[in-house]
Nanobody, 123 residues
Framework: VQLVESGGGLVQAGGSLRLSCAAS????????MGWFRQAPGKERESVAA????????SYHGSVKGRFTISRDNAKNTVYLQMSSLKPEDTAVYYC?????????????????WGQGTQVTVSS
């Protein structure tokens, strides 16, 4: 499975960005999808995850109410809509795909990873 993220960039605090992740190499609807992020000097942390058909989502507490994960199985793409961005959201954001049926935000449960896209939020 190949994952390619896009949509990162520089935004002011309070602004919005939408990240996209295009998947190929496997039937997209068989994959649980997730977003993770890693800030400089910090460990990778979960952001959000979504079930195969998009009926179940899970969010890290720090982004609940501000970020929305969604997917379009016809386009083999998962999205992360980020609003009310804060400087502490600055990180490289990674898309991940998992073969397990469970919707989880545990990094070890995901089998495939993208290269990441930089999100920088200025104060």
């Amino acid at each position: 499975v190949q994952l390619v993220e896009s949509g990162g960039g520089l935004v002011q605090a309070g602004g919005s960005l939408r990240l996209s992740c295009a998947a190929s190499g496997r039937t997209f609807s068989t994959l649980v999808m997730g977003w993770f992020r890693q800030a400089p000097g910090k460990e990778r942390e979960s952001v959000a995850a979504i079930s195969r058909l998009g009926r179940t989502t899970s969010y890290h507490g720090s982004v609940k109410g501000r970020f929305t994960i969604s997917r379009d199985n016809a386009k083999n793409t998962v999205y992360l809509q980020m609003s009310s961005l804060k400087p502490e959201d600055t990180a490289v954001y990674y898309c991940a795909a998992g073969l397990s049926a469970a919707v989880t935000t545990t990094p070890s449960a995901f089998d495939y990873w993208g290269q990441g896209t930089q999100v920088t939020v200025s104060s």
